[in-house]
Structures are given as structure tokens and as C-alpha cells.
């Protein structure tokens, strides 16, 4: 459950205080197929939540960003509204949102309570059935006001796709500033959304590459503070710090086991070859995957942690291998012309996105872990660096352009591509798991 919000008994109508509506069939509910090629986005209308004064527009309108950010439904315009919801309680005058289209209906309430919560409730309705899919309500302090929006987001989109939201999750990044040979490089974080952005690091030396651990609230990154790339792991709301290791030459990558007990990553030795290393965080032993003349870089575990995704240049260009967690059976998978590289396992575990550089180009991939089906979802000027939502159904990567990086993430059809807004330049992203 997540910590700050107490949700009530939800899903059905009565659970609200509501009379019960006669369940109907499964069948008569509108939903969305997420795994067909095209999905038609969705019409929804979402109301202004009563009460809260502003804070029930400002809730609404997050609630409506997020879904449309997501490709997969289309607002619709509240100039269009017939009906004005004055009573989120009452089940709404259906054939007024019919008749505009409207498959789907978010009505909802925010209130202060007496010590000083806020309360906030919602209510999913299918216009065409007559009927109410979802609703709950959640308690919330002050602080909290937008990720209560964004789990609301996550609810509608799991209750009509069926799948896991990713809207109450952040994103650690490089924000960079300041003039191009002489850029400030700061390790930030914020909402998916670009809000609430707070600095972790102050930018006095280089930080690149931050990953997220897949169950705790903490990342591994590298710093150049010591004047040599050290391996951190930083626990974000406490600031707490330390050092992972100090190895004999450069440390690239690092990346965290599904488990959250292992840091894997490329370390560089005097010959010139960098190779794969595993550590074990609680013993701090290190244990040697790979051992070729060549540079393996970019290790990703796949979500079991069986296996790992990796680049390596032993075939004479970079390209995708796949391995044994432990090291075993390495098997080059990638055979598309052109350099590969930021290979990243989906949290779904069915494909490995990829940076792809051809014909004077850098495309962002994905493929299926045995390196068939590869597909490019967007190209550009120096792109790389994907990361994937918790869901595995949107990526977000840095693109260079107008002097400096920029976020973007697209959706796995590749044509729902969208610019993060970032008050400096951005690169480096890594998606959180969705917040507890």
C-alpha cells in the first residue's frame, strides 16, 4: 500500500456510499486493447473535481495530461460538456455524454479535512453502459497533492487497459547548464511529468549515468569528484551516500540486479579492455562475467535475473550479446548494420530497447531478447540512452538539439513521441519503479 494514502473500499459503487448498480455484463464495459498494432485513442471526459476550490481544477487537469501524454486516449474539450457536474456522487445524465462522444467519464470531489488532509475522490464511469467501473477515494497531506492526481491517472489507466499506469513514478536525471565547454552537470529528479524537480548534487563534479534501484528509493551513479569515475549509491530522501568501491581503472555503467542486492557494471583495466563485474552489496565481493580482448559495456539484467543484455566490440563493432546472469552462454543477438549500444532490459521482459548509430543517423530500438522482431521507434541527431517506464510500454532518452539535450519518450507503436519539459538541458534519464 503506499504509504501516504489510506484508499477505502473502491471498485464497486456501493463502496462510495453509492446505490449499488445492477452489475453488467464484462462484455458491455468499454476497454482498450494495448496489444493490438494501432490503438485508437480512447474519447474521456474528465470534470473539474468538486470542491478544493482551485485544487480540484488543478487535479483534474493533471489527471487529464497524464492520459493524453499517454497516446492512448483523447480528452475531450470542456467547452463540449452538456451536463455540469455539481453532485459527484449522483450517477451523471448518461445520453449528455453520448452525445459527445464521451466513451468514458471521470467525475471526482477534493476536500480539507478536519486535520488538515486533504481527501480526494473519483469516480470512473462507462457512458454507454450506464454504469459506474471504478472509484475511490484517498487521504493526502499537502505535500502530496499532485502524486494523488497521478495515482487517480494510474487507476483509469490500469481499470481500462489492464495494465499497470506509470504515471506516479519520477525520473533521476543529468541537468545540465551553463555554456557548452564549460556545462554544469547537476544529478536531479523529478515527477515523469517534468515537476517538482529537486537537485540532488551541485553540480562541482561531473555525474553521469544515475539508475534507479528496482525496490527501494535509491540510485547508483558515477561521479568524477575524486578525479577518477566512482561508483555511488545515494539513498534519495535522506541523502545518504557511499561508496560502492574503488576499483583500478574506470568504472562505466553501473546499473542495479533485480533484487537490488548487486550493482553489475564495466570496469576498465590497464590493458586497455573494459569487462563485466558483478557486486554483491551486502558482501562487497565482486565476481568477473566476462574476460574478453574486446570492451563489454552496458550490462542490464533481464527482470529475473537470469540473464544479462550487454554491448561488446569482440566481433569487430559494438554490438547486442545476451548472457547468463552468472556469466555463462554469451550470445550475440543484434545483427542489423551498424553500431549498438545502451542496450536496457523491458521491466516486462519480453524486449530489449537499444541505441542504434547508421547512415550518419541515432535510432532508438527495440527487439525481442532472442534479437528478432528489431523495430525503430524514433530517429534523430545524437539520440541514446533509453529507459522504460515500469509498465514496458513507453521509453524515455536524450536527444541532442539546439545546443544542448533534451528529454523525449515515445510509446512502443513510435508514434506518440513527446518532449519532457526540463527548465535546463537534460540527459542521462532513468524511470523509478512506481512509488510505494
Known amino acids: 500500500m503506499r504509504s501516504f494514502l489510506k484508499p477505502l473500499l473502491a471498485i464497486a459503487a456501493m463502496a462510495l ?10 462484455w458491455a464495459l468499454v476497454e482498450l486493447n494495448v496489444n493490438k498494432g494501432n490503438v485508437e485513442p480512447l474519447p474521456i471526459a474528465i470534470t473539474d473535481f468538486q470542491g478544493g476550490d482551485a485544487l480540484g481544477a488543478q487535479i483534474s487537469e493533471i489527471v487529464t495530461a497524464d492520459l493524453k501524454r499517454s497516446g492512448l ?15 459527484p456522487d449522483a450517477a451523471p445524465r448518461f445520453d449528455d455524454w453520448k452525445v459527445i462522444n464521451a466513451q468514458a467519464l ?17 469516480r470512473l464511469w462507462d457512458t454507454f453502459a450506464g454504469q459506474q467501473m471504478a472509484g475511490e477515494q484517498f487521504f493526502a497531506n499537502d505535500a502530496n497533492q499532485r502524486r494523488v492526481a497521478h495515482i487517480i491517472a494510474d487507476a483509469i489507466y490500469e481499470r481500462l487497459t ?9 525520473v533521476v536525471f543529468i541537468d545540465e547548464s551553463g555554456a557548452k565547454n564549460a556545462r554544469k552537470k547537476r544529478l536531479a529528479i523529478m515527477d515523469q511529468d517534468g515537476a517538482n524537480v529537486r537537485y540532488l548534487s551541485n553540480g562541482k563534479s561531473i555525474v553521469l549515468t544515475p539508475r534507479f534501484s528496482p525496490n527501494r528509493q535509491e540510485i547508483t551513479y558515477m561521479s568524477y569528484e575524486s578525479g577518477q569515475p566512482r561508483v555511488y549509491l545515494l539513498q534519495i530522501e535522506t541523502g545518504q551516500r557511499e561508496l560502492v568501491g574503488n576499483f583500478p581503472g574506470m568504472t562505466f555503467a553501473p546499473r542495479f540486479s533485480p533484487d537490488g542486492q548487486k550493482v553489475i557494471m564495466s570496469l576498465l583495466r590497464d590493458d586497455g579492455n573494459s569487462n563485466i563485474f558483478a557486486m554483491d552489496l551486502r558482501s562487497r565481493s565482486t565476481t568477473r ?11 542490464s539484467y533481464s527482470p529475473d535475473g537470469s540473464k544479462v543484455v550487454f554491448t561488446s566490440d569482440r566481433g569487430g563493432r559494438a554490438q547486442i550479446y545476451v548472457m547468463g546472469a552468472d556469466g555463462s552462454g554469451q550470445t550475440r543477438i543484434s545483427f542489423g548494420d551498424g553500431v549498438y549500444s545502451t542496450p536496457v532490459w523491458s521491466p516486462r521482459g519480453d524486449l530489449i530497447a537499444f541505441t542504434k548509430q547508421t547512415g550518419g543517423e541515432f535510432q ?15 530517429s534523430g541527431f545524437q539520440q541514446e540512452g533509453p529507459t522504460w517506464a515500469p509498465n514496458g510500454r513507453v521509453l524515455m532518452f536524450f536527444r541532442d538539439s539546439a545546443g544542448g539535450p533534451k528529454l523525449i519518450s515515445v510509446d512502443l507503436t513510435g508514434r506518440n513521441e513527446q518532449s519532457i519539459p526540463t527548465a535546463n538541458f537534460a540527459s542521462d534519464p532513468a524511470w523509478s519503479p512506481l512509488l510505494e
Open 364 to 378: 532508438i530500438g527495440v527487439m525481442k531478447t532472442d534479437g528478432s522482431g528489431e523495430r525503430i521507434l524514433s
Open 289 to 299: 562475467l566476462t574476460n574478453s580482448a574486446a570492451i563489454d559495456t552496458s550490462p
Open 162 to 170: 489492464g495494465e499497470k499506469g506509470y504515471f506516479d513514478t519520477r
Open 106 to 122: 471521470v467525475t471526482g470531489s477534493v476536500s480539507k479535512e478536519a486535520d488538515g488532509r486533504i481527501r480526494a475522490q473519483y
Open 17 to 26: 456510499g453509492m446505490t449499488a448498480v445492477v452489475p453488467m455484463p464484462a
Open 73 to 87: 486516449f483523447a480528452p475531450i474539450d470542456k467547452s463540449a460538456f452538456i451536463e455540469k457536474i455539481t453532485n
